[in-house]
């Protein structure tokens, strides 16, 4: 069992910065996806970016060029680092984890390609 622990979310006005951490418990950390998703009030959880095994990153439209995804594998530790930060960016962000399928060719924009969820961060920027 997979279990995610996020933090670094809080206050922040807009054009500011914060970076989130997720710590995950596990051996296969390093073999695993890991992504971001939010969930803004009322609205649907969406993805944001994600990290394969490999290092490859894909972002959401909405962030690219503002945010970074990366992780520290000796540290078991994925973050996400949001610069330019817009009102419209606030939300509950999720860290996700998938299992390791070497076999698996998906992208990892979607949900329910991961397996495992961390209990979200709140992040609210101010106008």
């Known amino acids: 069992q997979v279990q995610l622990v996020e933090s670094g979310g809080g206050l922040v006005q807009a054009g500011g910065s914060l970076k989130l951490s997720c710590a995950a418990s596990g051996r296969t950390f390093s073999s695993s996806a890991m992504g971001w998703f939010r969930q803004a009030p009322g609205k649907e959880r969406e993805f944001v970016t994600t990290?394969?095994?490999?290092?490859?990153?894909s972002y959401a439209d909405s962030v690219k060029g503002r945010f970074t995804i990366s992780r520290d594998n000796a540290k078991n530790t994925v973050y996400l680092q949001m610069n330019s930060l817009k009102p419209e960016d606030t939300a509950v962000y999720y860290c996700a984890a998938a299992r390791p399928s070497p076999f698996y060719f998906g992208n990892y924009l979607l949900e329910h390609e991961y397996d495992y969820w961390g209990q979200g961060t709140q992040v609210t920027v101010s106008s």
């Open positions: 990290i394969r095994s490999s290092g490859t990153t």
